[in-house]
């Protein structure tokens, strides 16, 4: 059980808007950044979103990332075949003193 | 442009020490600001963080798995190296090194993210 909640999976049709959700709490998410990572199979993870809405150089600006409260999301729009992959969110957790990931979303391009 | 590698057995027997070493290049790790993580992935599940080791010495571990980790750093050689003891079937995952960057005006480990990642290697534990 991930300290990070994510839906298991996600899908759209290419050229669709899909977002994916983030939940966690007061500890995490409600006083921390959150970043998102992609991970294409049987690759690592790569970074996709920091600071909850920053895009590293090189990321398309199809990615974006929002937070509210205890929540994040995280956008892509315009969707591609290529974007098939598992994404992960991740926060720092103040009581834990630790990272924490979110159980991942399985995102299919349909 | 910054790469990192990690290295290490393939298969270990349960109750050994795991020994993992990360060879990076494009940055040192004595530099303001830098860390370098690693976190692992058992098969098919998500991930998870183990250690943390900052720029100047600092180090920070997973509290669910600090009395079995410990992270060092070799300047003179680019490496990071984390070793498990104890390791078990369950601890059966791939292995990711990672660059971490401070974010700016912030201080403290939280300030840290991931931002560049090894290929990852895939450490069995079985007899």
């Known amino acids: 059980q991930s300290v990070l909640t994510q839906p298991p999976s996600a899908s759209g049709a290419p050229g669709q808007r899909v977002t994916i959700s983030c939940s966690g709490s007061?500890?995490?998410?409600?006083?921390?950044?959150v970043n998102w990572y992609q991970q294409l199979p049987g690759t690592a993870p790569k970074l996709l979103i920091y600071?909850?809405?920053q895009r590293p150089s090189g990321v398309p600006d199809r990615f974006s990332g929002s937070k509210s409260g205890t929540s994040a999301s995280l956008a892509i729009i315009g969707l591609r075949s290529e974007d098939e992959a598992d994404y992960y969110c991740a926060a720092w957790h103040e009581s834990l003193k630790n990272w924490v990931f979110g159980g991942g979303t399985k995102l299919t391009v349909l | 442009q910054i790469t990192l590698k990690e290295s290490g057995p393939t298969l270990v027997k349960p109750t050994q020490t795991l020994t993992l070493t990360c060879t990076f290049s494009?940055?040192?790790?004595?530099?303001?600001?830098?860390?370098v993580g690693w976190i692992r992935q058992p098969p098919g599940k998500a991930l998870e963080w183990l250690a943390l080791i900052f720029w100047d010495g600092d180090k920070r571990y997973s509290p669910s798995l600090k009395s079995r980790l410990t992270i060092t750093k070799d300047t003179s050689k680019n490496q990071v190296v984390l070793t498990m003891t104890n390791m078990d079937p369950v601890d059966t995952a791939t292995y990711y090194c990672?660059?971490?960057?401070?974010?700016?005006?912030?201080?403290?480990?939280?300030?840290?993210?991931?931002?560049?990642w090894g290929q990852g290697t895939l450490v069995t534990v079985s007899s």
């Open positions: 600071s909850d809405n």
């Open positions: 990672a660059h971490s960057t401070r974010l700016p005006q912030c201080s403290g480990g939280k300030c840290y993210y991931f931002d560049y």
């Open positions: 007061s500890s995490n998410i409600g006083s921390n950044t």
């Open positions: 494009g940055f040192s790790v004595d530099t303001s600001g830098v860390g």
